[in-house]
């Protein structure tokens, strides 16, 4: 079983931090020359960040969480954006992203955070919908561009995730991300 904990990203360290990026490396290895460097994605990084750690103390499971004000069909919302999720392959098929969900919803709540949202891969789905996420059906997602333009996000290979938090509206229309997507 693994110990899983929040960090605000001032506390974590440069030997976690590095711990971090190599397992993101390992779980997306067509990734790893970005992650080599970078624990975000595209010009959006973390907040806090949920990890949990195996009995030698090493990171075996980890998100990064984007803490942020949108809109959701012009009308502001509190949300964290989860990005950059993995459990290591040798402590996959214990449910272990249910348990680091888990953590992030109970964190998210205590943030004031109204809903929580993903961008999750088809064959990855069952995964969130197994601890609680739905699939949105909005009708556009507008997101920063890495010059910093704002574009529609199409969704050409995944899809947007929800979960309530403090809110069980669900999300429609447009959802503006108000900063680069995660």
Not at 40 to 65: E, L, M
Not at 115 to 129: A, D, N, Q, S, W
Request: hydrophobic share 35%; glycine share 10%; aromatic share 10%.
């Amino acid at each position: 079983m693994l110990t899983f904990r929040i960090f605000e990203e001032h506390d974590i360290t440069r030997e976690l931090d590095e711990k971090i990026r190599e397992g993101l490396c390992r779980c997306f290895p067509k990734d790893a020359q970005y992650f080599s460097k970078h624990r975000g994605w595209k010009g959006s990084f973390p907040s806090w960040t949920a990890v949990g750690f195996d009995k030698a103390g090493q990171p075996a499971a980890h998100a990064g969480i984007i803490e942020r004000d949108i809109q959701i069909d012009r009308h502001p919302v509190k949300a964290l954006g989860i990005q950059n999720v993995y459990v290591l392959p040798e402590y996959r098929g214990r449910s272990l992203t249910s348990l680091l969900m888990e953590c992030i919803i109970d964190e998210g709540m205590r943030r004031g955070i109204e809903i929580g949202l993903l961008f999750c891969r088809p064959h990855i789905e069952k995964v969130y919908t197994g601890t609680g996420w739905r699939k949105a059906e909005v009708q556009k997602i507008i997101a920063e561009g890495l010059k910093g333009e704002s574009a529609e996000r199409k969704l050409l290979h995944d899809a947007l995730y929800w979960h309530p938090l403090l809110s069980e509206t669900e999300p429609s229309g447009t959802v503006n991300l108000m900063g680069p997507d995660w």
